[in-house]
């Protein structure tokens, strides 16, 4: 990517068929997720990859993710701090750190290999996400099938609807029940606040959320945590350096994010005849955002394609910038450093099972990273040892 930073601006065709600007220097990708006045949501976050993400579509109503200005954060203020907030975090964190330990626990009794992204990823965090929204973990297939089906580039709308109807019927008949008999879990709580809104929510739009943060809230995070293990093991300087300091956990989850990226880019539509980067745009062009390149800018990071855990770090992309920033940061931060602490307390033996080219990577998705990680170890320490 370094050929198109120095490029500024290029002129892509896209896997969808669109035409698009590639963005890829780091000020001008913060300028565009910054201005959502002169570049707009509207054709879908990954409407360069995603077939069924025809920006020309109509914004459907309850399809937030494509809304700008008010309307967006109509929708924002209202999940956001079920997700988001410091309260919420802290009464979350000893729920992440039971699992964490639960899923290690199970792990252990089976021997001394696994594969990561599946037995252990995948695990913590759809039931970190199913408890937050009062969903029972044994129904965890509705929401890996819809996000199967939204996450893969071949789908068309007729693959959509097999995949979400059933999670969007689920979803509705539990915001009904939740208006009948609030309990103590996140859409309970987006009931309430709907009712003291000055615009407040119908069934079908509480549904839109409810099963937006289901679909969006456990996969791209085990992801990120899966290929964030990977990278570790391939550089273990950076492995022995967290285990000799667990307190730099925090920073290497921010250097994590930068390192990989959010997603091969974002989709944004042009409002307006303006210029990027001394480069004019006109209204109704799209461009790409690539967010990876511009978190490896060597303009805005020093030695940037060298993972270190300990990097003093200004303000990466990796979980966006501007409005659209990802609404759930601040949970898949609070995932990945207590798995990451967990790791190195309970197992400082842990290691890749295969050589690294033997690694097969996820492809058709914006969810990039492994399909699949095999893992060994010497021994899984007890919790109370391992603390």
């Known amino acids: 990517m370094a050929e198109f930073r120095e490029r500024g601006l290029t002129r892509v065709r896209c896997p969808t068929g669109i035409t698009a600007w590639l963005v890829s220097r780091y000020p001008d990708v913060r300028e565009v997720l910054g201005d959502a006045e002169r570049f707009s949501s509207r054709p879908g976050q990954a409407a360069h990859v995603l077939r069924h993400q025809d920006p020309q579509l109509p914004v459907m109503n309850g399809d937030f993710t494509r809304m700008d200005g008010p309307e967006y954060q109509r929708y ?39 594969e990561f992204y599946h037995e252990f990823a995948i695990p913590i965090t759809t039931a970190v996400i199913a408890g937050l929204m009062g969903v029972p973990y044994s129904d965890r297939q509705l929401f890996h099938d819809a996000a199967a089906a939204m996450f893969a580039s071949g789908t068309d709308e007729a693959d959509i609807k097999r995949g979400t ?54 996969d791209t995070t085990a992801t990120v945590l899966t290929h964030s293990v990977l990278a570790l093991l391939r550089h273990p300087e950076q492995w022995r350096r967290l285990l000799d300091d667990p307190g730099l956990v925090p920073n290497a989850v921010e250097e994590l994010a930068r390192f990989f990226g959010g997603s091969p880019g974002l989709t944004r539509e042009v409002t307006r005849d303006t210029e990027i980067g001394g480069q004019p745009v006109a209204k109704g062009e799209f461009v790409v955002l690539a967010v990876q390149a511009a978190d490896r800018d060597p303009h805005a990071f020093t030695d940037p394609d060298r993972l270190d855990v300990g990097r003093e770090l200004g303000e990466h992309l990796g979980f966006g910038y501007g409005t659209h920033q990802c609404v759930g940061q601040q949970t898949a931060r609070l995932e990945m450093t207590v798995a990451l602490e967990t790791l190195l307390r309970r197992v400082p033996s842990l290691r890749l099972g295969v050589p690294p080219e033997e690694i097969v990577f996820k492809s058709g998705t914006p969810v990039v990273g492994p399909a699949a990680l095999p893992i060994a170890w010497d021994a899984i320490l007890p919790a109370e040892e391992g603390r």
């Open 76 to 114: 924002r203020r209202h999940f956001g701090p079920e997700i988001g907030m410091p309260k919420r975090l802290a009464e979350l964190r000893p729920e992440v750190r039971r699992i964490t330990d639960e899923r290690l626990d199970a792990l252990g009794e089976r021997g001394q290999e696994a």
């Open 165 to 218: 109807d059933p999670l969007f019927a689920y979803v509705h008949q539990l915001v009904r029940r939740r208006r009948a008999d609030p309990g103590e879990d996140s859409i309970s709580r987006m009931i309430e606040r709907s009712a003291a809104a000055d615009e407040p929510f119908t069934d079908h739009e509480l549904m839109m959320m409810g099963a937006s943060l289901l679909i969006s809230g456990f």
